[in-house]
Every structure is written in C-alpha cells, then in structure tokens.
C-alpha cells in the first residue's frame, strides 16, 4: 500500500466508506424486512416466527464470523411460563347441581388450582375503596368463605357516580377484586357479570387465554354464569340487589347460603422453550455488551393496543429496527475490531417482562465482572428530525462526553440524559451495577398496534443510528479506565396511578408457582431500600395485605398513602424476615 500515491489511497477510502454506507442501509431494509414480515406472525412467545427470527439472527451471526456465545452455540435456551390449560375436574357444587367448564363456569387464568368448600357470602362489586367511602366487605363476614362478586364498579358509565362515573378506578380489575376478597379472608373467588350493563347476548365465558404469563393469585378463581348464580341461589335477586347499590352507591352485601359449596380449579399452567441469541467478537477480559429484543406481541397478546387484537403485530420499529442496528454495529465493529470483547445479544421474552436479559444477566457468558457498558436498542427506526434520544446518560461519569463525540461522528442530535430505570432490557444490567445505554427514537401512534410495518421505517437515518453505536462502542473502548458506575436516585417514572410508592423492582421473570415477588433490585433512596431489601430478596407481606404477586403489591400501595409505616416479611435464604418501611408518595 505504501508504494502507492496519495490519492490512490484517498479514493480507495472513498470508495469503501460510500460502498459500506450503502450495504448498511440495504442490509438495515433486509432485515427489518426479515423480521417484521407477515410470516414471522409477529414473532410472539412460543411461536414458530419466534423461531425463525433467532435462527436468522444466528445465522447472520455465523456469516458474520462471530463466535457462538454459549459452549458453541449461539443459543441460550430457557424455560418460561406461559398460557393455561385447563384440566376436566374444574366445577362448582351444590348438593346434587354440579356446574362444569361446558356449562355455566370457567376458571380465571390467574386462579391458583385448588378446592374450596364452605358457606358463599355475596359482597356486591368486591371493591374496598375507602377514597369514595365505600366498602363491599363492611356489612359482611368473608372470613374462611367464598366470595361471590359482580364485575365492574358501581356506577359505571354513570357520570354523577362517586367513582370516576365516565373512566374505571383501579378498582375494577379482577386482580384487585381477588387481592381484596384475600385481604378478606376469602377461600375463593367467584365473579358474575351484573345484569345491568350484561345487555341481552348470552353469556359466553372464554376460556383463559393460553399466549399470556400467569402469576398464581393465591386461591381458587372463577367467572361463573347469571344463570348458574340463579340455579345455586334461586332466591337471590341479583338484578335487584345491583340496582340498589348503583342507585345508593351503598353496598348491600348477604350470606348467601351456608350449605358447603364446592369450587374447584383444575388447571395447570404450561411452559414454552425460549432462547437468547448471542455471538462474541473476540477481543481482550473487557466486555461490551450491545443488546436488542427481537420478540414482539405475536397476532396481539397482552400488551397490544389494538382495539380488536388479532392481526400479526409485526414489530418493524419495536423492535426489528433494533436488532438489525445491532447486526449492522456488529458486522461494522467485526470489520475493524476493538480491543474488547464484544458480546452481540439479541434478547427474547422482553415484551413480557424483560425474561431474556435476566437470564442473559443470571447465566452471563463471559465475566460478568468486566462489562464496561450495556447497550440497548429498541425502537431506532423512526428518527425524525435528525434527534435520537439516549437515555441512562446518569449511569456514568462518562457518558456524557463520550455520548457527545459519537454523536459529533455520526452527525445525529444526540439528547443524552436520564438514570438506568425503564421498561426494556438495559435494566436489567442497571440493576447489577452495570452502567447502561438505552438508544430509542420516540414513541409514535403505531406502537404495540398491528400498524407497526417495515414501510415505516427510515433507513438512510437508522444506517446512522448502527453507526452511531459502532462509533459509541469505539469510544467506551478507547476510554483508558473503566466507567465509573453511578447508582442514580429519582423518583418513579411519572405516567402511572399509584399513590404510594415502595420503591421495589419486581423480577417479572420469577417462576410461576413462587408465591411472592421476588425482587430483582431495589431503587435507591425508596422505602424498600431504606428497609434494607435487595436484590433477590422475597416479598411476603406489606401492611396487613400478604403479597403473592406483583399484583398484591399493586393492591397494597392502592390501599396504604405515602407517609404510612408499613410492616415488610420477606424471605432471604429461605429465612423469612420481618422489618417496616415507611412509603413515599408515588410521582407516577
Ligand atoms: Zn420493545
């Protein structure tokens, strides 16, 4: 090369640098086209468009030259609970009058199996909402019964109702309703719809839907039928007795009968085979990681925002435009490697609940001791106006100015701010004390909706988003010293509607049959901090209210305001502990 002229080299550079700008883009389209075509069936959990898609990344990977992550492979399989079947035992008895799944029952698919017998108490909409001086369970001893509730909320759509009348308060899920028939003392759940909003279509109960995660509630749950409320109950006037308590906005809660009823669940909840996709660029004991989901909602499981889900749900933007980003930054970064090791993920299971990176986290490849930096993309493909947004700038010391001199290459407007908190993939390494990147374009009206599409998509701007994390990549490795971590303390993201707050992250990835949650950290500065929980530490019980799943916790910080002190039992190797933490108000 040497011997050549000046200007040969110069155009040979040229040459190169606008032949490799090119495939970019190209090789940006193919994927996204890839990924988000309709026969991917929008990549969901347990699907054979799931499947497809790692088996691309691999094989991208292996055209590549990267080195299989895991023993030789480039997959990380791991099991995840998901979707419900339902057994033949399911029924509700009464004397000689036996109701089953073909008539007039149905299991919720949350409900724990198991059998309940005693005397049934009807407690009105099931709601306990001091905040509107209301309170099904007032006039009602529950204790060691079944408890028989209507779904909604008194008043709906009523907009003089001391509820929210127009909008449902968090009163109105089955979730809370189970949590608060618990807090009760209830031995089970059964739930009807009230006749006054049913309309005249009969009643068709759905089974549990088998494409979701499940979290056991506890105790047995069903929806049961007017009709099978009519059959056990026959004095019961259950049109009359909703059209008091709407009218009144007063309970009117009654034994219903003391006799033994019988409420069984036969369920049992399935598991499906997932897998992580990794490949490693060689290089020294230094680690970065870059990472991108590459599952999506399937035909619209729960998270879709579709009025009626059902179409593929292809995912172009969220999240096919991050994980083409992270084959392109990989095939540029292979092309000129660093002198780090670089660990290329493409994370599964992140749409329900972040469960490929804390497996990724959990059973981590190389040390996990040397990763300098995590990287996530998810959600690159709609730069408008030349703005990428890079959020976790706080995480380190660093970030700040390194994030400013890639961008100065790339030529995007880089706005870099923000802690190490948020619902993707990056927090997962955040809450292990890894300083964290998250790169995202904005949020738009096609997300989680089936109109999500490849057409959307700005290539010529997302061939400088890969860049950019080629170039931010170089630069954390040019860095002589190792970042310096910086364990960030802000409140809650705001957005929510939860008064209290207590401060921890629940492990979404926690088995299903574990009763509790399990903490995957803990934010600093918040109440469950201070209590001194941690990271893997076991939630039982807040206040009075015993925590089985993150939709207890939910309930409980519903029921308790900031400022209350709170009794806290949670169990640390298998010893359970007991302690008491004082909320803060949520600024969710
Ligand atoms: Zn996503």
């Avoid at 703005?387 to 700038?393: A, E, M, Q, R, S």
């Avoid at 923000?418 to 096609?446: I, R």
Wanted: include cysteine.
């Amino acid at each position: 090369m040497r011997r050549n002229p000046p200007w040969a080299m110069v155009a040979l550079l040229l040459l190169t640098a606008g032949l490799a700008a090119a495939n970019t883009e190209e090789n940006l389209r193919a994927h996204v086209g890839y990924l988000a075509d309709d026969a991917r069936q929008g990549r969901g959990i347990g699907t054979p468009g799931l499947r497809e898609a790692a088996d691309y990344i691999a094989a991208e990977f292996r055209s590549m030259g990267l080195k299989p992550a895991f023993e030789g492979s480039f997959f990380q399989p791991f099991e995840m609970g998901w979707g419900v079947a339902l057994g033949p035992a399911n029924h509700v008895k009464l004397g000689e009058a036996r109701f089953d799944t073909s008539k007039g029952i149905m299991p919720l698919g949350f409900s724990s199996a198991a059998t309940a017998r005693g005397a049934v108490v009807f407690a009105g909409y099931g709601i306990t909402a001091p905040e509107y001086e209301y309170d099904d369970f007032a006039e009602v001893q529950a204790e060691g019964k079944i408890v028989l509730c209507m779904t909604g909320e008194p008043g709906e759509f009523d907009t003089t109702s001391v509820f929210e009348g127009v909008s449902y308060t968090t009163h109105v899920t089955l979730r809370a309703k189970v949590s608060n028939a618990k807090l009760h003392g209830a031995t089970a759940l059964l739930v009807v719809e009230g006749p006054i909003y049913a309309g005249t279509a009969a009643e068709v109960l759905k089974p549990p839907r088998s494409d979701e995660p499940y979290m056991d509630c506890g105790i047995p749950a069903m929806r049961v039928t007017r009709a099978t409320v009519s059959a056990l109950f026959p004095e019961f006037d259950l049109e009359s007795v909703q059209r008091f308590i709407d009218a009144n906005t007063a309970p009117r809660s009654l034994e219903l009968k003391s006799d033994t009823v019988e409420v069984a669940v036969d369920i049992s909840r399935e598991t499906v085979e997932v897998r992580n996709v990794a490949g490693i660029i060689p290089g020294d004991s230094d680690v970065i990681v870059i990472g991108a989901h590459y599952d999506h909602l399937g035909l619209g499981q729960s998270g879709s925002l579709d009025e009626k889900p059902g179409e593929v749900h292809n995912g172009a933007d969220d999240n096919a435009s991050g994980v083409a980003s992270i084959l392109e930054a990989a095939r540029i970064l292979k092309a000129e490697p660093i002198a780090a090791s670089v660990l290329v993920v493409a994370f599964t299971a992140e749409e329900v609940g972040l469960g490929g990176s804390r497996q990724i986290v959990d059973h981590f490849p190389l040390s996990l001791d040397h990763v300098r930096i995590m990287m996530n993309l998810d959600m690159v493909g709609r730069v408008r106006e030349n703005k990428l947004t890079v959020i976790g700038c706080k995480t380190a010391e660093e970030f700040p100015s390194l994030v400013d001199s890639a961008a100065a290459k790339t030529g995007l407007e880089v706005t870099c701010k923000g802690d190490g908190y948020g619902p993707s993939d990056h927090m997962n390494f955040y809450l292990v004390d890894k300083p964290v990147l998250f790169l995202f374009t904005g949020a738009h009206e096609d997300y989680h909706r089936s109109s999500d599409d490849a057409d959307k998509i700005n290539y010529a701007d997302m061939t400088r988003v890969a860049n950019f994390t080629a170039d931010l990549t170089r630069a954390v490795d040019a860095h002589e010293q190792p970042l310096t971590f910086v364990k960030v303390s802000e409140p809650a993201q705001k957005g929510g509607r939860f008064r209290s707050s207590f401060g921890s992250i629940p492990d979404f990835s926690q088995p299903d049959s574990l009763l509790g949650m399990r903490l995957s950290g803990v934010r600093e500065g918040g109440p469950a901090a201070q209590a001194g929980l941690t990271r893997g530490d076991l939630l039982r019980r807040l206040g009075k209210v015993t925590i089985n799943n993150i939709y207890d916790l939910t309930y409980a910080l519903q029921i308790y305001a900031p400022g209350d002190t709170v009794i806290v039992e949670f169990v640390r190797e298998d010893e359970l502990h007991s302690t008491t933490a004082i909320l803060q108000p949520s600024t969710r």
